[in-house]
């Protein structure tokens, strides 16, 4: 589109229950594509979080919007209201593409998000309406994930079904121009008859009217919601932080990480590490892990991230000596990358690539899978998975 038809503002919408981290990173340094995801965080591949936001060129062109584990239609329907359209509208893409993940519906067995089929309707017609007062060009949409094949099926039906018979016109904006100018339906197609100005339209969006507008779209769409007809308490949460950070010139992004910066101290040294900050517990877990490897420290492992279960196994003395053993050829550990992965089979998955530096000056670089079980409300290895 850029190439061939010299299209200087693109939008790619993905709500895919993953984060789409290859998008992301093609188009991050990137003004004249704008990236938008909504995705379930924490899960694979680990990335999404609300401050990657572009980086050079491409900083303010990168929205993420992560919602939590089990979030509903509500989520949903209040991220495209609240976020997603009146950040396009301001942008005015000449394109938009949207990546359409069904794995977010609630019977899809690869998420824990709980779309209904009809969700994926509402959706479509907010994206219509999106499309309605930006873009010229017709809407495309690109199959990705969905892997109940009778949810997904239905669901790109609803999708279809709303992109060629869902009317903006009648069923959004003339219900909304009825309202701004306190007319009924038949007064108002009389003044357009007899040519008559209507004192108050929406041909345009503005911060003015942007308001009101969102509020009458949530009583349209909210109110056969299946369930709760607001989002979670954490989702509303980030929810308020993405706005702030897109439509407040980024301050609230500012404030936070000068906030972070002087409490995101590692939980392990007590060191100072912003991202640390950023991390998933079970991220942090492992980093906690990894730092006390470089340290040599095999009582803190012992004491902290073990289950309870393993340390019956093995006496504190015993284990200490067996671990600094293995040790005692590394001189320090250099971590790459930490990643969560979700869930498998009941146990928290993060993996890592790092390197160790031996003391016969040799360098090995390593990717481990590390398996983690809540206990106590705290996050700890299981040894016996993570290391056969």
Known sequence: AIQNYDLRKIAIIDFDVHHGNGTQDIFYAESEVFYISIHQYPHYPGSGYYHEIGLGQGKGFNLNIPVTP???ESDYLFAFID????????YKPQLILVSAGFDCHKDDMLSSINLETSSFYKLACLIKIIKHFTSYYPVGFVLEGGYNLNALSE???KVIEAIDFFDVEQKILKPYQLKLNGLNEKDFDKNLKNKKTINKTINNLDRDNLNSFTSFLKGIFLKDSKKSLIPNKQNIKTFEAIKKI????????LIF????????????????DIAYFFKTDPEKAVLNFLYALNAHDSEYIFSNLLLDSDRKK???EKFIEEFDKILSSVKSIEIEKVVYLGFENDLCKVVVDFKVYYTNSNVSSYKKYFYLKKENN?????????FI
């Open 257 to 272: 990480l000068s906030i972070g910066f002087f409490i995101s101290c590692r939980e392990y040294d007590n060191k100072l």
């Open 378 to 386: 705290v996050w700890k290895l299981v040894f016996d998975k993570t």
């Open 70 to 72: 089990y979030s509903e």
């Open 246 to 253: 897109f439509f407040l010139a980024f301050l609230f992004l």
């Open 83 to 90: 976020i997603v359209l009146p950040a396009l509208i301001f």
């Open 314 to 316: 093995i006496s504190k």
């Open 155 to 157: 669901s790109v039906l």
